[in-house]
């Protein structure tokens, strides 16, 4: 079992940035891969950005590619989110997930796919 707390949320202007963090417990947290995700009103859950295991690999959704980066520091138990060049249309709860199963040099892009989720950051960005 793993618990997860995400921070870093706020209320930022378009074109901003934020870094939200994602803090692990336990110590086993290098053989989880993780992801973002981000639920905004009336919308369904939707992929961000996954970073395997072993920090090969990442990947990101449309939507994010080249303004979000995700990173991981396996020492401090933590990913990251860093976004840039924020939008009204990134305004969402986000939650970092974790994935036990995946192997390394993989990442997991399902929801259904990970095993322990944060209770959620809000981010909100006015235009």
């Known amino acids: 079992q793993v618990q997860l707390v995400e921070s870093g949320g706020g209320l930022v202007q378009a074109g901003d940035s934020l870094r939200l963090s994602c803090v692990a417990s336990?110590?086993?947290?290098?053989?989880?891969?993780m992801g973002w995700f981000r639920q905004a009103p009336v919308k369904e859950c939707e992929f961000v950005a996954a970073i395997s295991r072993d920090e090969w690999s990442t990947n990101y959704a449309d939507s994010v590619k080249g303004r979000f980066a995700i990173s991981r520091d396996n020492a401090k138990n933590t990913v990251y989110l860093q976004m840039n060049s924020l939008k009204p249309d990134d305004t969402a709860v986000y939650y970092c997930?974790?994935?036990?199963?995946?192997?390394?040099?993989?990442?997991?892009?399902?929801?259904?796919?990970?095993?322990?989720w944060g209770q959620g950051t809000q981010v909100t960005v006015s235009s």
């Open positions: 997930a974790a994935d036990r199963t995946i192997g390394p040099g993989y990442t997991a892009l399902g929801e259904n796919e990970y095993d322990f």
């Open positions: 336990g110590r086993t947290f290098s053989t989880y891969a």
